[in-house]
C-alpha cells in the first residue's frame, strides 16, 4: 500500500507485516532509525510537560479492568463530585508555575452528563486563558458534547483505544472498540486536536501490540498525540497482579510508534513512577517527547517536581 497519499495527512497505510518487521529489528538499529526520524521533526533535547488533574473521581459505571476508578472493583478509591470551576483553575495556574505546557482534566465517566457541559466548556476556556493548552478527557462525546468543548476552547480530546481491536474486548465489556473510534471521529469532527494511545503491560500478546500500533498509525490522520502508559497495577482490579513490562519492551514500542507516526507527540504516560532513570533515558531516546509532571496521575503517583528535575538536568534534556 506504500504511495496511498491521502491530502497530506499521511504518507502511507502501514501494513501488520511492516510493523511486524520494525518489532523484529536489532534493538540497536529499531532505536537509531527511530532517532533520526525523530530530529527530523522535532527537537530531541526537548520534552513536552503536561499536567493531569481528576476533576472527577471514582464510581465509574464501566468496568475497564485496568482502572482504579471502576465502580465494579473493590479498590478502596472513595468518589467524588465534579470540582468547582475555581478549584481546577487554581490547579491549572499552579501546574503552569511548575512548567506545564498543557492541562489535562480526567473524569471517571461513562460520557459527560448534559448537566455538567456548561462547567466543563468553563473550565476549558478558564484555563485556556491562562495561556495553556487544553485537554478533557470524560469519556463518549455526542457530535454536540464535541462541538461545544471545541468552541469553549478545548485544543484536545482524550480518547484512548488502550488495546488492539482483538484485545480490547477482554479488558472491557461495558462498551465496545468500535465505540471508542466513534468518539474519536465525532472529535476529529469539532476541530480538536486528537490524543489517542493506550496501555501496554495488561497480559496482551505481541501480536496485540502491534494490532494496538497498527489501529493507531492508520488513524486519518494520526492522533496529534499519543500516550503509552505502562500499566500502573491497582489492587481489586482484574489486572491487579500483572507483571511490569520489561524497559526494553517498552522503549522498543515506543520506538516503533516514533517511526509509524513521526509528526506526533509520544508521550512516556503512567509507570515513569515504576522506571529507573535509564529506563525513561531509552524511552526518550526512542523518541518519547512528552511525558505527564506532577506528583500523581489521576489516581495513581507519579515521580514529582524533585525526581524530575533531577532526571532532567542528567540528561540535559529541557521540559517545555
Ligand atoms: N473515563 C474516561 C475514559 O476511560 O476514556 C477518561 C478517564 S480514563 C482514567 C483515561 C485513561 O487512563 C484510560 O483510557 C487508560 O488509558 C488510562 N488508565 C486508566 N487506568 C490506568 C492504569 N491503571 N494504568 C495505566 N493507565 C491507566
Ligand atoms: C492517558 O493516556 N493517561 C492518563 C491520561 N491519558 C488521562 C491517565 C493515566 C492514569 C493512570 C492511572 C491513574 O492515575 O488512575
Ligand atoms: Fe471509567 Fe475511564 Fe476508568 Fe474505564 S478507564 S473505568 S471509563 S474512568
Not at 503536561?50 to 465502580?71: F, H, N, V, W
Not at 471508542?180 to 505481541?206: F, N, P, Q
Not at 492508520?218 to 489486572?239: D, H, K, Q, Y
Amino acid at each position: 500500500m506504500d504511495g496511498d497519499l491521502r491530502a497530506g495527512a499521511r504518507a502511507r497505510i502501514w501494513t501488520r507485516e511492516e510493523i511486524e518487521a520494525l518489532m523484529a529489528l536489532a534493538f540497536t538499529e529499531l532505536i537509531f532509525r527511530a532517532a533520526q526520524i525523530h530530529r527530523q521533526h522535532f527537537n530531541p533535547t526537548e520534552v513536552q510537560a503536561s499536567r493531569l488533574m481528576s476533576i472527577k473521581t471514582g464510581g465509574c459505571p464501566e468496568d475497564c479492568g485496568y482502572c482504579s476508578q471502576s465502580a465494579h472493583f473493590k479498590t478502596g478509591l472513595k468518589a467524588s463530585k465534579i470540582s468547582a470551576v475555581e478549584d481546577v483553575v487554581a490547579e491549572a495556574r499552579r501546574a503552569k508555575a511548575e512548567g506545564a505546557s498543557r492541562f489535562c482534566m480526567g473524569a471517571a465517566w461513562r460520557s459527560p452528563n448534559a448537566r455538567d457541559m456548561p462547567a466543563l466548556c468553563e473550565m476549558a476556556g478558564a484555563v485556556k486563558a491562562l495561556g495553556l493548552e487544553t485537554c478533557m478527557t470524560l469519556g463518549m462525546l455526542s457530535d454536540e458534547q464535541a462541538a461545544q468543548l471545541s468552541e469553549a476552547g478545548l485544543d484536545y480530546y482524550n480518547h484512548n483505544i488502550d488495546a488492539s481491536p482483538e484485545y480490547y474486548p477482554r479488558m472491557v465489556s461495558t462498551r465496545t472498540f468500535e465505540d471508542r473510534i466513534d468518539t474519536l471521529e465525532r472529535v476529529r469532527k469539532s476541530g480538536m486536536k486528537v490524543c489517542c494511545g493506550g496501555i501496554v503491560g495488561m497480559g496482551e500478546a505481541a501480536e496485540d501490540r502491534v494490532g494496538f500500533l497498527l489501529a493507531l498509525a492508520n488513524m486519518t490522520p494520526p492522533p496529534e498525540s499519543v500516550p503509552i502508559n505502562a500499566l500502573m497495577p491497582i489492587e481489586g482490579t482484574p489486572l491487579g497482579e500483572s507483571e511490569p513490562i520489561a524497559a526494553i519492551e517498552f522503549a522498543r514500542l515506543i520506538a516503533v510508534a516514533r517511526i509509524l507516526m513521526p509528526t506526533s507527540y509520544v508521550r512516556l504516560s503512567a509507570g515513569r513512577e515504576n522506571m529507573s532513570d535509564e529506563a525513561q533515558a531509552l524511552c526518550f531516546l526512542a523518541g518519547a517527547n512528552s511525558i505527564f509532571i506532577g506528583d500523581e496521575l489521576l489516581t495513581t503517583n507519579n515521580p514529582g517536581q524533585d525526581k524530575d528535575a533531577a532526571l532532567f538536568e542528567r540528561l540535559g534534556v529541557r521540559l517545555v
